[in-house]
């Protein structure tokens, strides 16, 4: 459910606590019954409590739902959302007038706005025009309009697709998605920036998350100062990780855009990487960049590692890169004693130091589960052109009027469900409970 978080900006060694809405604008949000936001201002930090300078929060739906001594946090990951020149053509193909990237997502967004957090991996620029797909992405703005629409809150911008229009492309797509009120990390237009905002760390329901993100490089590509590309460099990580520890997270979350590309196992070097970083205090590892499908190990927080999701959209069509999955991860928080759940309250003298060590001593956060989506990509003809639109793939066909597949179709995306499984095999495969089924 789409609500309240809040944003930790780090410039060491202070926090500023600012609070963003998902379901507003983040140039305006005003206070509306049925929750209250931020609007923007800065929250002040003093003594023994924080205090907010802007309308106090409340909860509300699920929020208030919460146990006093538990306190839950849904989290979905998506695989790589890329721009062909066919999707650009299928986005003019709706009737209606410009862009328009909405039906890719229609069937997936009832999930995606259920969830608490939504990250995907946007593996294109927002470059402006000409608009162009493989080799070097730039889609039109109308895909961060749909993607924000679907219910996605923060894009992982570190992969080898970054540099694509240089670094005009990366700063113009960093503007895009900051006008939206998407979040973002692993690119960064200077050093001032990626000190201040970098590991990213939000909270929601009470929990905190720090978000690292890290690619094994940019086709080639340099980067120009001042703009930075987060590479995957383990002295770099190892700094990174120290503060996202100091942060004092419940969880650290890394993505890694790494691998070798159609391999449907990890490499190697995936799992010493994914070593390494959990000697540093990694909780979950989630991987992109294989355009396939890659296993998930691992069992519980400081071990689970989702070595690549595959594809959520684009043109490529072969076995096994038509579709990916989202990954879905259930935080739970326990407090023991009178300490209950604070809402969306920073509960210590700054958002970096919260409350005493004894505090601390009663809160345990562990991993509640977490499981696989399997998601194809569906190419519907209809009278303007072929479409593009995510459909999970456990689905009947029979069961969505609007499908129309044919026996190919249903073939392909009967055999992606089957090589998905296949893989993941002993891991929850999540239900598509908002699809109608007959």
């Known amino acids: 459910m789409k609500s309240v978080i809040n944003i930790m900006i780090r410039n060491w060694p202070i926090f500023v606590l600012i609070s963003l809405s998902f379901v507003v604008s983040a140039q305006e949000a005003p206070l509306t019954g049925q929750e209250a936001t931020l609007t923007g201002q800065e929250s002040t930090l003093t003594g023994q409590e924080s205090t907010l300078t802007g309308q106090e929060s409340t909860l509300t739906g699920q929020e208030a739902t919460q146990s006093p001594s538990e306190s839950r946090l849904k989290l979905v990951f998506t695989g790589d959302i890329m721009g062909h020149d066919t999707q650009i053509a299928s986005a003019l193909a709706t009737g209606e007038p410009g862009y328009d990237y909405r039906p890719c997502f229609q069937y997936l967004e009832p999930y995606l706005m259920d969830a608490d957090l939504v990250i995907g991996n946007l593996e294109v620029t927002f470059a402006g025009p000409p608009f162009k797909g493989y080799p070097q992405f730039s889609s039109p703005d109308e895909l961060a309009d749909a993607l924000k629409k679907a219910g996605f809150d923060i894009l992982v911008t570190a992969n080898n697709h970054a540099l694509d229009r240089r670094v005009a492309g990366l700063e113009r797509t960093l503007d895009q998605l900051d006008r ?32 690292l993100n890290y690619t094994y490089g940019t086709n080639g590509l340099k980067v120009t100062p001042p703009a930075i590309v987060n590479r995957i460099d383990t002295a770099l990580m190892r700094g990174d990780l120290m503060k996202a520890v100091s942060a004092e997270p419940d969880f650290i979350l890394v993505t ?5 590309e159609y391999q449907l196992t990890e490499s190697r070097q995936q799992r010493e990487l994914a070593a390494f970083l959990f000697e540093h205090g990694t909780d979950v590892i989630i991987g992109s960049h294989p355009h396939v499908v890659q296993p998930i190990r691992g069992e519980g927080k400081g071990n689970l590692v989702a ?6 959209i684009s043109n490529q069509r072969n076995r096994y890169r038509d579709g990916g999955i989202a990954f879905e991860l259930e935080l739970v928080k326990r407090v023991n004693g009178d300490r209950g759940v604070t809402g969306f309250a920073v509960t210590g003298p700054s958002a970096g130091d919260r409350g005493d060590k004894g505090d601390r001593e009663f809160e345990t956060v562990d991993i509640a589960s977490f499981g696989y989506l399997p998601l194809w990509v569906y190419k519907p003809t209809t009278k303007k052109g072929t479409m593009f639109t995510l459909v999970p793939a456990s689905v009947h066909p029979d069961s969505v009027p609007e499908f129309r597949m044919s026996a190919e179709e249903r073939s392909k995306m009967s055999q992606f469900l089957e090589d998905t499984r296949a893989n993941l095999q002993g891991h929850r495969e999540v239900e598509p409970y908002w699809m109608q089924q007959p």
């Not at 979040?183 to 960064?188: A, R, V, Y």
């Not at 070595?307 to 959520?312: I, K, T, W």
Request: glycine letters at 12%; hydrophobic letters at 35%; charged letters at 20%.
């Open 180 to 211: 939206r009120g998407i979040l973002h990390t692993g690119t960064f237009t200077d050093a001032d920036k990626r000190s201040l905002h970098y590991p990213l760390v939000v909270e929601k329901h009470g929990i905190r998350i720090a978000l």
């Open 256 to 260: 890694m855009h790494w691998g070798n």
């Open 307 to 312: 070595y690549s999701m595959g594809n959520l």
